[in-house]
């Protein structure tokens, strides 16, 4: 165990600090957000290349020898906030890498919100943010952060229209960009941040006429519970739309007919175009893309209803055994 924070210094630099466990009981007690501390006797060493908080390829590691005290008043006067926000454009570089953790500033537009009472059944949230090029991300949120986002704007005194938020994970997912909050997001509406305070005035002069997202969160949609015969009918008699569904069974094979992955684009996660010599990328016009390999597993599922087939993409099998697309091809290819 250990404790990640963020610091900011007097000429906004931010940085990564590490506490490890065994130090962490000497500076618990004076972990707190916004207060202001001298620093010394600590080690620097470079940060990991995966998931990184700041910009800076250092980060500050508390040692033996550190002296952490809290100053009433610093020398030189220090910036209350400090974020890394980042445009669609830069985002979408950034999606399926895992390198960086950045932040984002937006007008919440719509919620998709799964947060119910009963227990077992996994609570999401799925916000449509505008950035400020006019783009839309959607933000998810599982378990306790949805429950969070959910019942506080209806504790505020007033309806949302902005949001920042904290170390969010890019990823391109059928061409769509969305955002997955991290164990170290934070959530923040309107006026909490300078930041936020300011998008939100400057809504407000634009009188966008955009609903608030409290409206939309007290119709939110229930999770139904689904046999595989009723997700069936649903797809041959219902038309298209997106649902929200927990449906129980068992593995029975895997399809393999239609193969178990294929080649996007490096930069913008569109399925590359096999030519005569190359592979080609029809979204970024390259026609000699860098392919990265990505899983598309079709599954048969069956209750004691039906049998279905579940097609399963990248991350859903990434989570299921932890090997990544590029790392089970190269094991295929050491058996041949």
Known sequence: MWVDMLLIDVNSTIMQATIYANRLPRFRSKLAAGKMFSISGFDVAQCAQNYRLTDSPLLLRFSDLTDFDELAEPVSPLPQEGFRFRNHSELAELANTNTQLPEIIGEITAVKSTVNDTLGEKDRIMATIKLDNDTKVILSLFDSQAVSFHKKPEDMNGDP????????????????????????????????????????????????????????????????????????????????????????????????????????????????????????????????????????????????????????????????????????????????
Request: hydrophobic residues 40%.
């Open 161 to 336: 229209m902005v949001i920042v938020a904290t170390s969010i994970n890019p990823k391109m997912v059928g061409g769509g960009l969305f955002l997955n909050a991290t164990s170290g997001t934070h959530i923040y509406f309107d006026k909490e941040t300078t930041a936020g305070e300011v998008y939100f005035y400057n809504l407000v002069a634009r009188d966008t006429g955009v609903p608030s997202a409290a409206p939309l969160l007290k119709g939110y949609a229930k999770v139904e519970t689904l046999t595989v015969a009723e997700l069936n009918n649903f797809i041959t008699s219902a038309t298209s739309q997106e649902i929200d569904f927990i449906c129980t069974g068992k593995v029975v094979r895997l399809d393999v007919d239609k193969g178990w992955c294929y080649v996007t684009c490096a930069k913008c996660s569109q399925k590359l175009q096999r030519t005569v010599s190359a592979l080609e990328c029809t979204q970024c016009n390259n026609t000699n893309a860098v392919g990265v390999l990505r899983y598309r597993v079709e599954l048969a599922i069956a209750d004691d209803t039906a049998e279905g087939v579940f097609v399963c993409f990248d991350g859903v099998m990434t989570k299921l055994h932890n090997l990544r697309a590029s790392e089970a091809g190269q094991m295929l290819l050491k058996k041949e």
